[in-house]
């Protein structure tokens, strides 16, 4: 059985900085897109930084500078560094697995952790 658990959210001030995790089971991890999407209340869920298989990145350009994903294939965990938080931060982030298969695309998503950016 495939699962994706985030940890590592929680309430902090602005300017401060926060470590998500996401470790994943039942899938071969390093063959995986991993990204991380969030969703603010409102609001759409949207795209905040995927890591490649080999290691390529990608940002959101609201988060270019403050955030940094990476990841540990032995220990099948994809990491969010946040720093320089702000308000406009705040939203439950999901952690999502890709993996395009000769016939099949997998995509497997967490059950997303609460950040709350407030003074």
């Known amino acids: 059985q495939v699962q994706l658990v985030e940890s590592g959210g929680g309430l902090v001030q602005p300017g401060e900085s926060l470590r998500l995790s996401c470790a994943a089971s039942g899938i071969i991890f390093s063959l995986f897109t991993m990204t991380w999407y969030r969703q603010a209340p409102g609001k759409q869920r949207e795209l905040v930084a995927s890591i490649n298989s080999g290691g390529s990145t990608n940002y959101a350009d609201s988060v270019k500078g403050r955030f940094v994903i990476s990841r540990d294939n032995a220990k099948n965990t994809v990491y969010l560094q946040m720093g320089s938080l702000k308000s406009e931060d705040t939203a439950v982030y999901y952690c999502?697995?890709?993996?395009?298969?000769?016939?099949?695309?997998?995509?497997?998503w967490g059950q997303g952790t609460q950040v709350t950016v407030s003074s």
């Open positions: 999502n697995g890709v993996h395009r298969g000769a016939l099949t695309v997998y995509s497997y």
